[in-house]
Nanobody, 115 residues
């Protein structure tokens, strides 16, 4: 069992930055991939960024060069640094942890990009 708690969402102006955090607890060792997804109103949930246990990263084309996923192994927290935010980045962001058997989700954190 893995428990995920996100924080760091909020309101930011276009061009601004935010850092999302996801604190993981439980069977951390079983996680093979950790990531961030987002879901805007009326749209499907989409992958934003992922980080494998081996250190490989994967980003959505729309965020490449602007967003960075990292992990603090000592604290079992992973982050999504979001720079140069655009109105189209506004969504509920969910952290995700994949194990061999399950897909775990956090509760979501709202990101609003507006002037």
């Amino acid at each position: 069992q893995v428990r995920l708690v996100e924080s760091g969402g909020g309101l930011v102006q276009p061009g601004g930055s935010l850092r999302l955090s996801c604190a993981a607890s439980g069977s951390i060792i079983s996680i093979s991939t950790m990531g961030w997804y987002r879901q805007a109103p009326g749209k499907q949930r989409e992958l934003v960024a992922a980080l494998s246990s081996g250190g490989n990263t994967n980003y959505a084309d729309s965020v490449k060069g602007r967003f960075t996923i990292t992990r603090d192994n000592a604290r079992n927290i992973w982050y999504l640094q979001m720079n140069s935010l655009k109105p189209e980045d506004a969504a509920v962001y969910y952290c995700n942890a994949k194990t061999l058997a399950f897909n775990y989700w956090g509760q979501g954190t709202q990101v609003t990009v507006s002037s």
